[in-house]
């Protein structure tokens, strides 16, 4: 009925996502029921496709005097082939015995052959990234370059001439490196005459990503267990197994359907970053050889009522390992992310040095970090970032508050850009973007100064004092008290020192979890 497996391809793509709507505020993290439903690619979890920023999305405007000077970064590889080789060839083998007992129904015969296709030419790729998520980080850097122009020219000290210098660090990960060298090409395609230095090796892995999944502790909390079994209870694989399989018998004694549900589930979100001649293959031997109707199994197995049941219990996983959750137990959690902070701040200081000193030597404009899912995800809560500092206990109402595909999408990343005023060169600012969209972090400013009655308030118990006699005199407090300029920037714009002292002190607590 079906063409065979070495059909000729046309050129169709089979699984579209509706990212063009992502929303403008993404570094939000509030999600609706609705628009889930309106965009289903969402539940798709970490293998979301990146949601590159559109016109929508706005910057806010430097305080007067300051420019961009250097970018620290942190980013995710981007879209890649399901890390797993056995789930795919478990996939395949489990259909073909099914279909060898005649237990197949016409869908399952449909998901055999993509399942055959993908266990021959995806599954000796597992973990690799694909061209779509080389383009990503392409783009990325690209509007990087376009964003702050400014970073990647060339400057003169001194009359001499000097190069803009960028760091560039990986994961031992085959699919951070490649992800960097597409990043860095990307980078030199707008900016040439930026000098870049790639690295990748063991060592550097106590900043790039410290978690370990051979190594990790699944135990969880009581309080954890009773809230996460009502997510993963929720989901019904009963009419999944009546769509593919015709013998129901045949399911109970050979298949544990909610394992077959779970792989399949995943592999399926995967394909949304698989390259289009993979996807043409698929869709060509799908189509009937006699009418020539195409039916894309792959893009219909699960309704979104469906989908939205299972991502509200990973998206719970997420949270729960490596997020910002108060139902942790004792492992790490977001202190995975402590020895990238430490990287972080150690790095910024490093360049902040050498623009002070104008060094005819090196001119460090940005350090780039390529890293995993398991790296940024922690590194976003340990920095208590708005898009993923929320404390929840009802994991029912999670996705209000926390989306993990808002926090690790493929391609994620963080971009810390300083800037300096020439005027006062002891007074860095720093703003935050993630997934290049800007977010706000709960950082205090210590430099603000307000002036009362003719002096200066710079302590706590003066200020106590100032709004005392405010409150004392009506007639006073109908008049706001005359402040000096401020030296505190309005977020997203932060001071540098207040940064560092905020992070300094989360460093040294002797544990981040769950607080």
């Known amino acids: 009925m079906f063409k065979t497996f070495n059909s000729i391809t046309p050129k169709h ?39 590159e920023p559109d016109r929508n999305v706005k910057y806010t405007k430097a305080p007067k005097g300051y420019k961009p000077f250097y970018i620290s970064h942190y980013g995710r590889h981007g879209s890649r082939y399901h ?7 478990y996939l395949f083998e489990t259909l073909q015995k099914a279909d060898a007992a005649k237990a197949l129904t016409l869908d399952g015969k449909r998901l055999l052959i993509a399942s055959q296709i993908l266990a021959k030419k995806a599954a000796p790729r597992a973990g690799d990234l694909t061209q779509v998520g080389a383009k990503q980080h392409e783009g990325i850097a690209k509007r990087m370059a376009k964003n702050f122009p400014e970073l990647f020219k060339v400057k003169k000290v001194k009359g001499k001439k000097i190069q803009p210098h960028v760091d560039a660090y990986a ?18 395609s707008v900016a040439p005459d930026v000098d870049i230095r790639m690295e990748s090796g063991k060592d550097l892995m106590s900043f ?12 969880r909390p009581e309080a954890y267990i009773t809230e996460s079994d009502k997510l993963w209870n929720a989901i019904d694989s009963k009419p999944l197994m009546n769509k593919l399989f015709s013998d129901s018998a045949y399911v109970a004694a050979n298949l544990d359907a909610n394992n077959f549900y779970n792989k399949l589930f995943e592999i399926v979100a995967s394909m949304q970053g698989m390259d289009a001649p993979l996807k043409d293959v698929i869709h060509a031997n799908l189509c009937d050889v006699k009418t020539g109707k195409c039916n894309d199994i792959l893009d219909s197995l699960f309704t979104v009522e469906e989908s ?34 430490e990287n972080i701040i150690s790095e910024a200081n490093h360049a902040i040095a050498l623009d002070a000193a104008k060094s005819l030597t090196e001119h460090t404009v940005a350090t780039l970090r390529f890293g995993h899912d398991a790296g940024l995800l922690p590194l ?18 999670l996705h209000e508050q926390w989306t993990d595909f808002k926090v690790i999408p493929m391609a994620a990343n963080l971009q810390m850009v300083f800037y300096k005023n020439p005027k006062k060169s002891d007074d860095i600012l720093v703003k935050f973007l993630y997934n290049e969209r800007e977010v706000t972090a709960p950082i205090p400013c210590s430099a603000d100064i307000e002036t009362v009655a003719g002096e200066n308030v710079a302590t706590t118990e003066n200020v106590a004092a100032a709004n005392s006699k405010e409150t ?3 007639k006073q407090a109908k008049k706001p008290a005359k402040k000096q300029a401020s030296k505190c920037p309005a977020a997203p714009y932060y001071r540098w020192d207040d940064v560092k002292d905020f992070y300094k002190k989360i460093l040294t607590s002797p544990s981040s979890s769950g607080n």
């Open 83 to 89: 890390h797993s080789a056995d789930e795919y060839n």
């Open 380 to 397: 976003a809560g340990l920095m208590q970032l708005s898009v993923s500092n929320a404390k929840v206990s009802d994991l029912s109402t």
């Open 13 to 51: 793509v089979f699984f579209v996502t509706a990212l063009g709507l992502f929303l403008a505020t993404g570094a939000q993290a509030q999600t609706t029921l609705e628009e889930l439903k309106a965009h289903p690619a969402y539940t798709s979890s970490n293998y979301l496709a990146y949601p």
């Open 308 to 341: 939205i049941t299972r991502w509200k219990a990973q998206n719970s996983w997420w949270y729960s390992l490596l997020g910002t959750s108060p139902l942790q137990n004792t492992t790490k959690g977001i202190d995975y992310a402590k020895g990238t902070l």
């Open 208 to 219: 790039i990503c410290t978690f370990d999944w051979g190594n990790m502790d699944y135990t």
């Open 472 to 474: 004392a005199n009506p």
């Open 171 to 188: 994961s031992t990960s085959g699919r951070c490196i490649v992800s960097m060298s597409a990043f860095t090409a990307g980078l030199s």
